[in-house]
């Protein structure tokens, strides 16, 4: 999520710095009003159905969807006005600065989808962004909780058995996953597999979700690494915690 806030930021800030270099280029007057009651009439409807549903869909949907139809709302009305305005007050250049806005909300737009949407392997993660070598793990500790439960039952195991590392690691990579965007979501049962000297120490693995790099992905398909390590026939020693 941070990466694409930070992504969004980047690109409504250049939409106002070309917004501004055009206007000194061009020597065009500063954004002026909605040019007739009318438009304002819109205006004002627009602003607050998007606040409502926007308000409503952070409720009660999840935060992808809030996100989509609330910048999908933006581009139709950055297009709405530049059109407005370049038929009715097209020799004022005011046009051309709801249409860059468009062009950068769209430019979000599509890249939440393609970064939601794309379904890539946990191995290609591991491995584009360098994340930790299971080949060097020679300890894996593993620690089993309810997360937004009891934790008085949280059971954990050290793992040396370089054959059952190399097998959890194999089976953890055949995962298919996509990049979520949620924040609060609820992970219930949780394997926490923790590794020492490595450039990350810990992957967190739920029946539906998997936090690895402190990024979380929801699984697509089947989870083969929650089933092993459910159905895992080692001797679990009850937490200190």
């Known amino acids: 999520m941070s990466g694409i806030s930070i992504f969004s930021t980047f690109i409504l800030l250049g939409t106002q710095l070309a917004n501004y270099l055009i206007r000194q280029h061009y020597n065009i007057e500063e954004e002026k ?3 007739d009651h009318k438009q304002k009439i819109i205006k004002r409807i627009f602003l607050f159905l998007l606040i409502l549903v926007v308000t409503l869909l952070f409720i009660y949907s999840t935060l992808q969807l809030t996100l989509l139809i609330a910048i999908g709302a933006s581009i139709f009305y950055t297009g709405y006005q530049s059109l407005v305005e370049y038929k009715y007050a097209q020799e004022e250049k005011q046009y051309i600065f709801h249409f860059v806005r468009m062009i950068g909300f769209a430019i979000i737009f599509i890249s939440i989808l393609f970064i939601t949407q794309r379904i890539i392997s946990i191995e290609e993660v591991v491995q584009d962004e360098e994340l930790f070598d299971p080949g060097t793990v020679e300890q894996l500790e593993i620690e089993n909780y309810m997360r937004n439960g009891d934790r008085s039952n949280e059971r ?7 054959n059952l590392i190399n097998r959890l690691f194999n089976t953890l990579f055949t995962l298919e996953v996509r990049e979520s965007l949620e924040v609060n979501v609820d992970w219930e ?22 936090n690895i790099g402190y990024t979380t992905y929801e699984i697509v398909g089947e989870n ?13 020693e009850e937490s200190a915690y």
């Open 33 to 35: 009003q909605p040019i």
């Open 156 to 162: 954990m195991i050290t793992i040396e058995d370089s």
């Open 189 to 210: 049962e949780i394997y926490s597999l923790n590794m020492q000297d490595q450039p990350i120490y810990y992957i967190d693995v739920s029946e539906k979700l998997i």
């Open 224 to 236: 083969p690494i929650y089933e092993l390590l459910e159905e895992m026939e080692v001797d679990w």
